[in-house]
């Protein structure tokens, strides 16, 4: 139902055709995206072809870096325009202007395109992706940005402790505050997950919620 207001708001932020909001980008990211949006480094494994799908604005305080885009996001090319997606902007508090809006949240997925699907469901991240593009994105983002880890693939290279299983690391939400935020992946077929863990719920969403605020009131 929110997909013709999502996709607005991000025809909005393609004016200039390179998905950036015309005059407010400096030209070096505006470059950058450029060439992330050509990118066919991995284009022989991708069986839907390549479409990166990233939004970042320059000085963006929050970055959520997670999996990579399903089928219904490479569709659309609107990240996070899935169930999972709104469960994660209730965990975070974001109405869909904010979380849409460039220069305040950054969205950067482990793998920038639809990878594909194999028996267990979606397959992972491609493992070029985040090696190839991701410390040069981070640079124009500030650097005491709140980076929102979720799902497995992104805390196994954003997190620093990888011996500890998702459930540990999510329960560990205080010691990694200001800076980050590690959630379990948003997606639906993680209820029994909540369910096992009230605890997410009652202590670190309120926590996660009150930290993403003050992030963008600092901006
Ligand atoms: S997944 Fe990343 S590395 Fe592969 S084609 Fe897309 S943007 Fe390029």
Not at 100 to 114: K, N, Q, R, S
Not at 170 to 185: C, D, N, S
Request: charged share 25%; with cysteine.
């Amino acid at each position: 139902m929110c997909t013709d207001f999502r996709r607005d708001l991000i025809d909005a932020s393609r004016r200039d055709g390179t998905g950036q909001t015309p005059g407010c980008m400096t030209s070096d990211l505006t470059d950058l995206l450029r060439q992330v949006r050509a990118c066919t480094i991995c284009a022989e494994h991708l069986p839907a072809g390549p479409r990166p799908v990233v939004q970042v604005g320059p000085g963006a305080p929050i970055v959520i870096i997670g999996q990579a885009p399903g089928r219904r996001v490479h569709e659309s090319g609107v990240p996070w325009d899935d169930p999972s997606g709104d469960r994660l902007r209730d965990w975070l508090g974001l109405d869909l202007e904010t979380f849409y809006d460039p220069a305040a949240v950054a969205i950067v997925p482990m793998g920038f395109c639809y990878p594909g699907t194999g028996a267990g469901g979606d397959l992972p991240p491609r493992p070029e992706c985040a090696p190839e593009w991701h410390q040069a994105l981070f640079a124009h983002l500030p650097g005491d940005r709140l980076e929102i880890i979720t799902g497995a693939y992104a805390q196994k290279r954003y997190v620093a402790d990888t011996a500890a299983t998702v459930t540990e690391t999510v329960a560990a939400w205080r010691e990694r505050l200001p800076g980050q935020v590690v959630l379990p992946h948003p997606s639906p077929r993680n209820n029994r997950w909540l369910t096992r863990n009230p605890w997410f719920a009652e202590e670190t969403l309120p926590a996660v919620r009150e930290r993403v605020r003050r992030a963008l009131d600092e901006r």
